[in-house]
């Protein structure tokens, strides 16, 4: 079962498990439809609709992945686990893909074995598996017989310290290829890992190094979004027209289903960001960006704002520079 309609989920259930269908329970809904995993944006109007207590009984492995808007609500994530863990019995495992700050994940425990009266461990299997997370930011307690999938470690705790240091290590790195290196990275993979930052101050409450570091990477991005509508107003200027008077097509397809919802909240920052300085702002889809720029569709005064690093390669050299405006700050 995955809990929560999610790439993550599904990508878990499809590559570790390997599993070809699963039970997918909407979090708000709480009602599951069994559904093929290489099929999972098709919605079938027909399909029979589960109760959450049937789909939690019915499955070996409950896969932890609801959807969160581009922030982490913990109190969300404990009402969500209480609600599963009622009907949760013995030898099932509990996997757990929501990155949590030092010591959410023991709390997060104390709730599944209060709802279920079961014990972590010794009557069930619970998983810590975040996203991009490395063999040693992974944690599995569980004293039954042990699957390839699972992790070596144990300690939670110190799985939960590895994983933020390795995000931080990550989005580190990225400040560094753009501000310092001037490497041409795309908003879309600026933002990743960005909302691990929420809960930076929690597991480093004595450490100020790590907290002055998550604050300037969170002040990064603005910097990072200004400068993309640099770019656009210098390209809508180069046109001969003034940027207020100006139109921005924002070439950026996010992933729906994404769990994290990072590169979602950030598309609507910058949309946000751009409806200030320009007078039209749209989001269109890479097949319509290329239309207009195969029939001549852009008028003077408009920009083709490209998130992607993806949606610039498809599209670069199909029309002038001052109209393709990769959204990366100046290389």
């Known amino acids: 079962m995955v809990f929560g309609r999610t790439s993550q989920g599904v990508s878990f259930a499809r590559e570790l498990l390997k599993k070809t269908e699963a039970t997918i329970v909407d979090e708000n809904l709480r009602m599951g439809t069994v559904k093929a995993l ?16 049937f789909s939690v009984e019915k499955s070996k492995y409950i896969i932890y992945s609801p959807r969160l808007h581009g922030s982490i609500n913990v109190n969300d994530l404990m009402i969500h686990a209480r609600a599963i863990a009622q009907n949760m019995g013995h030898g099932q495992h509990f996997i757990n893909l929501v990155p949590l700050p030092r010591g959410r994940n023991l709390q997060l425990i104390e709730v599944i074995e209060a709802s279920s009266g079961l014990k972590a461990g010794k009557d069930i299997g619970y998983h810590y598996f975040p996203p991009w997370s490395r063999r040693t930011d992974r944690a599995s307690i569980w004293d039954g017989k042990r699957e390839p999938w699972m992790a070596q470690a144990q300690d939670i705790e110190r799985s939960e310290m590895e994983y933020i240091i390795n995000i931080l290590s990550i989005l580190t790195e990225r400040f560094r290829d753009v501000w310092l290196e001037h490497k041409q990275v795309f908003i879309s993979e600026y933002v990743k890992g960005s909302a691990m930052l929420d809960f930076v101050d929690e597991n480093f409450s004595r450490l100020q190094v790590y907290q002055g570091l998550s604050s300037l990477l969170v002040k990064s991005i603005n910097e990072f979004i200004a400068a993309i509508i640099e770019r656009v107003r210098a390209a809508i200027k180069a046109q001969g027209v003034r940027p207020a008077k ?17 590169e979602e909240k950030a598309r609507h920052a910058l949309v946000r960001k751009l409806s200030d300085e320009f007078r039209r702002v749209e989001v269109v889809k890479q097949s319509e960006a290329e239309n207009f720029l195969l029939n001549s569709q852009f008028q003077k005064g408009s920009a083709l704002l490209l998130c992607t690093r993806n949606d610039f390669e498809a599209l670069k050299g199909k029309g002038p520079d001052n109209v393709l405006v990769p959204a990366a700050p100046p290389s």
């Open 38 to 53: 290489d099929d999972l944006l098709k919605q079938d109007e027909l399909a029979e609709l589960l109760p959450l207590s």
């Open 246 to 262: 100006g139109t921005v097509n924002l070439v950026w397809e996010v992933d729906d289903l994404d769990m994290l919802g990072e």
